[in-house]
């Protein structure tokens, strides 16, 4: 189903709109499609401590970007200020979003600036969101209502105890209390002493939906110890009754393989999402390091002038996907099209293959195994003697296999296509990431690398010292020498050198078969 590209403007001069958009549990994949578009359309977005902040990818790049807290005794911005931000800024013309945790009106206090945005004759819009205890009876395997269980649900909020009547609330058959973490052990004694059993199960979960969830299980007369103990802090949400024994039986969240598990992906950003897609699927907390930023070459006349001469090649040989994409680029901006293309071509591997393969080429050899000696092996059957080669790749990167085609008798083009850089922001994002950074995550448990290039640039940028108790996996022999000799350990290799085969490297150094 295809949707317009832009929102309808008010008509006239009048104020811009305001969306209250509601931003879902913390799963960023959790937001609808039409919150997700509306982002793309904003101005300015005003997103709160819950609201992801992986979201504000979708608003524009130009787009304002103001965090305006509300986060428990750390208030950014007053309610009355926040109201205000959005009221001036539709008056000046700006599209406004309103990023909320949650839903906008469930505790979401979008009721309020719904009401102020109305009382300024500003044109408003509410946008859902998978309020948080949705997100939880998802992800930890409790339904809210269940046939043998409870056909009614309380939504009550935590702060203000004793203005609760807990005799109404405390004989609901599944009670929610979203903001009651600090406040879980007067909750407590109040349900208690309106009659509510302490056998009562109960659960609080923290950052629900999200891969660092945490799940706490007990009764109502042993939550508040339990939290306690564990040292639990906000965001919290408890959930009370019987619905929270169906846990044990249909928790699948936390039984993916990858769990609990926070993994380090150091592939270039324009990369690494295929990785941590693949992880995240398992269950894995990714973070995301780059460590190698893709640029075009330094000099483009060497691939420019192969390019020209692009019918005289009997073999073009591509080492990575990116050097198909850059290849291609340069072939784009010149006179010359695939038309002129005559020559065999080789790919190291499945993903430089499914590059070429998206030209609607066909590729004519790939080694057994996926690295350089691989690439020599294939031409192993194959005459090169005076046979010209074309070999588009990056500016760095071993000699090995055009240094083995001219020995024999190959004429080889070596031309640059793209370089490689350490991104600028690296040392200090390695910093954030193995220190917990501002939002309090845990350090990792395990580093991915899928060249040499991502361990040298990693330990440029962040030294060795950094990676004390976390394991490392690498994508071949080829990068866990490159790791070794810079005094990187390697707990897992992948058997097959490619994405698929490092993700079963990581599955395999958790389940005991690495």
């Not at 001036?88 to 700006?94: H, K, L, S, W, Y």
């Not at 846990?247 to 380090?264: A, Q, S, T």
């Not at 071993?398 to 085609?405: G, M, Q, S, Y």
């Amino acid at each position: 189903m295809s949707t317009p590209a832009t929102e309808p403007r008010p008509s006239g001069s009048g104020p811009s709109k305001v969306y209250l958009v509601g931003a879902g549990p913390g799963d960023p994949e959790l937001i609808t499609l039409r919150g997700r578009r509306i982002l793309g359309l904003a101005g300015s977005v005003l997103y709160d401590h819950l609201a992801s902040k992986a979201l504000l990818d979708f608003a524009p790049p130009e787009a304002e970007r103001v965090y305006v807290g509300k986060k428990k005794s750390d208030h950014e911005f007053s309610q009355q200020e926040i109201c205000a931000m959005l009221i001036d800024r539709a008056r000046r013309g700006v599209t406004v979003v309103r990023l909320k945790g949650g839903d906008p009106f469930i505790f979401g206090r979008g009721g309020e600036e719904a009401e102020a945005l109305a009382d300024a004759g500003i044109p408003f819009e509410v946008v859902p969101g998978v309020t948080t205890p949705m997100g939880i009876a998802a992800y930890t395997g409790v339904p809210l209502t269940h046939r043998e269980h409870t056909s009614a649900v309380t939504f009550v909020t935590g702060h203000a105890v004793h203005a609760i009547d807990w005799e109404k609330v405390g004989h609901a058959e599944t009670v929610v209390i979203f903001m009651g973490l600090t406040t879980i052990g007067d909750i407590a004694r109040e349900l208690i002493a309106h009659g509510r059993s302490p056998e009562t199960p109960a659960m609080a979960v923290r950052w629900a939906t999200r891969a660092d969830q945490e799940t706490l299980t007990g009764t109502l007369a042993t939550l508040p110890g339990l939290i306690a103990e564990r040292g639990m802090k906000p965001p919290a949400t408890i959930i009370l009754g019987e619905v929270v024994r169906l846990r044990e039986k249909l928790n699948w969240y936390e039984r993916l393989p990858l769990f609990g598990k926070r993994i380090v992906v150091t592939r270039a950003r324009e990369q690494a999402s295929t990785l941590a897609e693949r992880l995240r699927i398992l269950g894995a907390d990714v973070a995301e390091l780059p460590t190698i930023e893709i640029r075009p070459a330094a000099d483009h006349d060497p691939l420019d002038c192969a390019i020209a001469r692009l019918a005289t090649y009997d073999w073009l040989i591509f080492t990575s996907a990116n050097g198909v994409r850059f290849f291609l680029d340069r072939l784009d901006r010149s006179a010359t099209d695939l038309r002129a293309l005559r020559a065999k071509i080789c790919a190291i591997g499945p993903a430089t293959r499914a590059a070429v393969e998206a030209l609607h080429l066909k590729v004519d050899l790939m080694g057994r195994e996926y690295v350089a000696e691989g690439l020599l092996e294939a031409f192993a059957e194959e005459d090169l003697s005076g046979k010209r080669i074309l070999l588009p790749r990056a500016a760095v990167a071993r000699d090995l296999v055009p240094a083995e085609l001219a020995r024999r008798g190959a004429r080889v083009d070596l031309v640059e296509a793209y370089r490689t850089e350490v991104p600028q922001n690296a040392a200090e994002r390695a910093h954030e990431i193995f220190s917990g950074g501002p939002a309090g995550r845990r350090r990792p448990d395990c580093i991915t690398f899928t060249s040499s290039s991502t361990v040298k640039n990693f330990v440029a940028a962040a030294g060795t010292e950094i990676l004390t108790g976390v394991k490392a996996v690498s994508i071949g022999p080829v990068t866990t020498r490159t790791a070794r000799e810079l005094g990187v350990e390697i707990a897992a290799e992948a058997r097959v050198f490619t994405i698929d085969g490092l993700v079963e490297a990581v599955l395999g150094l958790y389940q005991g078969t690495a």
